[in-house]
């Protein structure tokens, strides 16, 4: 059985961690498999939008610390520079997936596993979620981009906070900051995801796509900067076979072709 769980259907991806005996942790076989998944999901025309979570009431607990103390001997600096090097091509792409990507996290997301949930647009969580930038326990730094991630979600100062600190954030105060977007029983955690993500299945991908490219890049951008790319982008959006169809069903009142879930 892989150890990242991959499901399409009607236009949704779904892959799951299935690690629960070592909670999920990203050893080498769970690093590989997202290495091969998520440049075929950016390939895949048909995925419209990912849902990433985990098996066993755990999202990610972060790295295999045993497997990476293991690994301590004849390692050096440079190799294992190497090794973080080497993960930057699917963690870059996930961080820059054109498609809507929403994480369900139930239970910890503790280290690489609160820097993976960090890269979605979406966190849906339950009141049993627990996030923590725990590296500097183990005298280590964040990696998996939360420290481009995190200061864009909370800010600056609560951002080397919760590095410095290490501590835990229960979902209620995860919320207040901003890290979800909302939270659900346990029961209804997939389900919610999956129809988020549903409802993107009838978006404008290029809207998508742009939207998500641009407040990528809001904070090192300039005003004018921003200003032109809105420009550009309304243009292409506005000559789009998609808006004119979805503009004519808002005039005849007939129904939208995207609609945001309720709760």
């Known amino acids: 059985m892989s150890q990242l769980e991959i499901q399409i259907a009607d236009g949704i991806a779904t892959l799951t961690m299935n690690r629960p005996d070592a909670r999920n942790a990203l050893g080498d076989e769970l690093k590989a498999a ?34 990476m103390l293991a690994a301590r001997e004849g390692m050096t600096t440079e190799r294992w520079r190497q090794r973080m090097l080497d993960l930057h091509p699917w963690v870059r792409q996930l961080m820059e997936l054109d498609k809507p990507l929403i994480a369900a996290v139930d239970g910890a997301a503790y280290g690489a596993g609160f820097s993976l949930a960090l890269m979605a647009d979406f966190v849906l969580a339950t009141p049993a979620a627990r996030f923590c930038l725990s590296f500097m326990k183990v005298g280590l730094v964040p ?7 995190l200061p864009r979600v909370v800010g600056v100062q609560r951002a080397k906070e919760l590095m410095l600190s290490a501590r835990e954030l ?34 404008s991908p290029m809207a998508i796509s742009l939207i998500k490219r641009e407040v990528g890049m809001a904070l090192a951008t300039p005003l004018d900067t921003t ?28 129904p939208a072709m995207f609609s945001w879930p309720q709760t």
Do not use: N, W
Not at 143 to 149: K, L, Q, R, W
Not at 231 to 252: K, N, T
């Open 227 to 254: 200003l032109a790319h809105e420009a550009d982008h309304q243009a292409l959006c506005y000559q789009s076979s998609y808006h004119a169809e979805a503009a004519r069903r808002f005039i005849a009142k007939e």
């Open 143 to 149: 990696d998996f981009a939360a420290m481009h991630s």
């Open 170 to 203: 229960r979902a209620d105060e995860a919320q207040q900051l901003g890290i979800v977007m909302e939270q659900c029983a346990a029961a209804d955690l997939l389900p919610r995801a999956q129809a988020l993500a549903r409802s993107f299945t009838g978006a």
């Open 34 to 67: 997202f290495a091969a998944a998520v440049p075929a999901l950016v390939r895949d025309g048909d995925v419209r939008a990912v849902v990433l979570t985990g098996a066993g009431g755990v999202f990610c607990a972060g790295g295999d610390l045993r497997a």
